[in-house]
């Protein structure tokens, strides 16, 4: 009863950001694993006939991310416990970053993802999926009105990387960023495609390719066309080996309109 | 007039006595003996799981050990690369998998025909599996290394199936009269098939070692005509929902086609999900197979499956 009750208590809500050249990803990304959110919204930088979204009005990858950020928060703080912004570009399985989630107190500042480091600053790259907890959520949203914190133009000579930005704001408010992994040591959250990492494994350690490849429980892969978003689909949701048995404790039902697949 | 009358019926009677003859003549079958039934497309179909589940759990269990598959896999020197990542992926599934080159190569072990004709490599493959393991495996399995596999669910596909009844199973293609299961998927033979098959390589008339006069015949429409005159006769394998489980096309190729023809229904159009082989695939693609088959999930997201297949010490649970 109870692990159905903690199953039903994560409620994520899946922040894309869009721009009209992403058309064929979006759609792919809206077929297939967004429907895993518990709800998922696309926020585009202008608005694109074929396809709902709410327009940020700007080009600026930054300031995608921030009126984003404040929309979500000002509209769904009440709702969701669990922030999940990725581009279409990114495969994501969100009953995945729900297992991960499993022993995490939202009401703590959670950064999470695939953490790259830059000088001081460790920071969590946008290509593999930004997860943030409600409480993460609520301290950015009160900086953003503060520019001297969180300014609207990052760096003076060059532009410096959203995901970078993001992690500036999030430092004043005592939000660090970590990399997330399973218990083996392998990150959940990844820039590269499944084929690039079997690629490398190949190289790199030909004796243990399937095994060093990749986490079982892999939240995010980046890098796919949108054909290879459906194949992910069929492969994660849909083609396995019957009776090959993993016991996981617990079960997270996707939401109604996902077709269960 | 009664005279005219009378002619007249004398040859409508003579007509439809005919007619008569005819249509029975055209219903005696020649040739290929007493098992021959009448098909137009044999159809072969994967246990459904409410049937499983009216098993018990001890006989599930015996169920599931009573299924032995024997794999062989023919390669040539030229498939080093895929022979390397079968051999290092889905062939550990196998309860027992052995390569058949055509002739040595360094690196690997193999069991070499000697030969470098396809057709003559199948049968020695198929001989020899034959005279050493037919007390061992009910199932033979062959495969060329562009294949990628799934032996549990070829397990699953079998579940209810006769290994003592003559089965030849694959992707099925109709070449004329012939219908023959396609090498590029995989070709499955219950230990029935294989006695008689067995039984007829060595009557020339039957299986020929040469099989086109003018030009050559592919090994698998080869095997088709062998086994025809043993009454064997190829089906196709697809699961309860008519999709075929066995695939002569990779997955990417599958999507891709689907994202044309049917975009609404791009991954529930696709394949099935107890898919028992793709083609086509590259080494890499191979590796990516394992990991997406036997490793990547969705935790938690609940399959149910009624049986269990335990995939033999060696293949570390991958």
């Given at each position: 009863d109870e692990r159905m009750e903690l199953s039903k208590s994560f409620r994520v809500y899946c922040i894309i950001l869009v721009k009209p050249k992403d058309v064929s990803l979006w759609a792919a990304v809206k077929e297939t694993?967004?429907?895993?959110?518990?709800k998922a919204e696309f926020f585009s930088s202008e608005n694109v006939k074929v396809f709902k979204s709410i327009n940020m009005e700007t080009n600026d990858m930054w300031l995608m991310m921030r009126k984003a950020y404040k929309y979500a928060f000002d509209n769904y703080r009440n709702q969701y416990n669990w922030f999940f912004l990725a581009r279409p570009t990114t495969f994501a399985i969100i009953e995945n970053l729900k297992y991960f989630l499993l022993k995490k107190d939202p009401s703590q500042p959670f950064y999470l993802g695939h953490t790259v480091k830059s000088g001081d600053l460790e920071y969590v790259s946008v290509e593999g999926g930004i997860v943030l907890s409600i409480e993460s959520m609520k301290r950015l949203n009160h900086l953003l009105s503060i520019p001297e914190k969180c300014?609207?133009?990052?760096?003076?000579?060059w532009k410096i990387s959203e995901d970078k930005q993001l992690a500036v704001c999030l430092k004043y408010a005592g939000v660090l960023a970590e990399n997330a992994e399973d218990s083996e040591g392998k990150d959940v959250f990844n820039t590269k495609s499944v084929g690039l990492f079997i690629k490398e494994a190949m190289t790199n350690h030909p004796n243990l390719v399937v095994e060093g490849?990749?986490?079982?429980?892999?939240?995010t892969f980046n890098g796919l066309t949108p054909n290879q978003m459906h194949v992910m689909m069929y492969g994660v949701y849909r083609l396995r080996a019957f009776g090959h048995v993993f016991n996981d404790a617990l079960v997270f039902l996707p939401p109604n309109v996902s077709d269960n697949d």
């Open positions: 694993w967004t429907k895993h959110c518990d300014p609207e133009q990052g760096g003076m000579i490849c990749c986490s079982d429980m892999a939240v």
